[in-house]
């Protein structure tokens, strides 16, 4: 399975899907995704372009109706992809949260911008606010937003602690909606 570019024109939602994913993701985050990380930002190994077209042809699949069919053979709603859901959703489901849940990892705090929304596994909303100086333990400072928790600190890749991380309590960072 290889990416496809003559197939976007007839095909809207392969394109959807294979832009959507371009927009967030660089081809060093498809190796990290692909190859995992010992350190949390450097992939074990960088995919090479024949390799990164096929990842990318695996997520155009996706757009295709078979792939469209697999989708909703698990239950999955693109609806969760969209920043406009996460934005304006109040009250995450149980599902919704197993999704962002399962996220977890994914981000690099280090390309954000002051005002740039940061959603958490637990549903919660932050604003990232600014990085933090290298003397600091932790990376960036993030502010709640609509919960009177205040401020908070995370690490490059959004988790709450380096260590002794708890899941089912830590706000850890899991999407970066970018306002500018």
């Keep these: ?40 930002r450097t992939p074990v190994k960088f995919l ?14 996706l757009g295709s109706p078979v792939g469209q069919g697999f989708l909703r053979e698990c239950s999955f709603d693109m609806r969760h992809l969209t920043d406009d859901y996460l934005l304006k959703t109040t009250e995450f489901t149980p599902r919704d949260l197993r999704i962002l849940a399962s996220m977890r990892g994914n981000v690099d705090l280090s390309r954000c911008k ?11 909303k932050l604003e990232y606010i600014e990085p933090l100086p290298e003397s600091d333990y932790f990376d960036h ?6 919960e009177d928790l205040g401020e908070g600190t995370r690490a490059n890749d959004g988790y709450v602690f380096r260590k002794n991380r708890k899941p089912e309590t830590d706000h850890d960072i899991v999407r970066i909606i970018k306002l500018r």
């Excluded at 570019?5 to 692909?34: A, T, Y």
């Excluded at 400072?141 to 609509?146: A, C, D, S």
């Design 1 to 40: 399975m290889n990416y496809k570019q003559n197939r976007l024109s007839s095909n809207p939602k392969e394109k959807e899907i294979i832009n959507f994913f371009e927009k967030e993701f660089s081809d060093l985050d498809i190796s990290l995704m692909v190859c995992g990380t010992l350190d949390g």
């Design 48 to 61: 090479d372009e024949e390799e990164i077209k096929i990842a990318k042809g695996m997520i155009q699949w």
């Design 114 to 124: 002051r005002g740039d929304i940061l959603i958490s596994a637990l549903g919660g």
């Design 141 to 146: 400072r993030v502010k709640y937003l609509g």
